[in-house]
């Protein structure tokens, strides 16, 4: 079966440039998750999208902004990259409405942040 | 608001032992109740979940009960394997509003290790 794809699986940057992160969506899911997980820590949720509309937003800082398309995928692009940026950033995918389905979570994108 | 409190680890077992993770939560209302696992260097995968008060969630040998009356969801298996060695994530999904604001709120993760 089809999973959540994420791209790039690994990302080195340095202090102050920018990122972008790509999720694909498991096909038919309409809403997608991002969280961001610290080494050693749990995930915390950054913000998430329905039918391509912003649907909720968590501890996102301002220099992240994200938006979902109309095939459904979704970027998370960080601009001004901090040493503390450096994490597993995991989308997660689920069809919207009333919350019957779980989240299905990609494998995750590493960024280090040099 | 909503929070998720597991065990801290690490747990560490010898393989055929029995497993007790627990995990409590405090949210307002009946949130959806979750056990993810994480392998070494994979991302999260769901192991098993609960929708409401006294259902028992189960997967691969796990399991899991939502007690309202405890807000608990303890994860127990009764005879582990070196397999199993993983970061458990207890999790809870708090439903309000209608809409698609279904956000995972996460526990800090227990580590289990499984000695042969």
């Known amino acids: 079966a089809a999973g959540v794809i994420q791209s790039p699986r690994h990302l080195i940057k340095e202090k102050r440039e920018t990122a972008t992160l790509k999720c694909y969506p498991i096909p038919r899911h309409d809403t997608v998750y991002w969280y961001q997980q610290g080494p050693g820590q749990d995930p915390q949720f950054l913000i998430s999208f329905y039918e391509k509309m912003q649907s909720d937003k968590g501890s996102i800082p301002d220099r992240f902004s994200a938006q979902q398309f109309s095939d459904y995928h979704s970027e998370l692009n960080m601009s001004s990259l901090e040493l503390g940026d450096s994490a597993l950033y995991f989308c997660?995918?689920?069809?919207?409405?009333?919350?019957?389905?779980?989240?299905?979570f990609g494998p995750g994108t590493r960024l280090t942040v040099t | 608001g909503n929070s998720v409190t597991q065990m801290e680890g690490p747990v560490t077992l010898s393989e055929e032992a029995f497993l007790t993770i627990n995990c409590t939560y405090t949210a307002t209302g009946y949130p959806s109740l979750f056990w993810y696992v994480q392998y070494p260097g994979e991302g999260l995968q769901l192991l098993l979940k609960a929708t409401k008060a006294d259902d028992k969630g189960s997967n691969k040998g796990f399991e899991a009960t939502y007690r309202k009356e405890t807000t608990s969801f303890h994860l127990e298996k009764g005879s582990v394997q070196v397999s199993d060695s993983a970061v458990y994530f207890c999790a809870l999904r708090w439903e309000w509003g209608g809409g698609s604001n279904y956000k995972l709120t996460f526990g800090k993760g227990t580590l289990l290790t499984v000695n042969p």
């Open positions: 997660a995918s689920s069809l919207g409405g009333q919350g019957l389905y779980e989240q299905y």
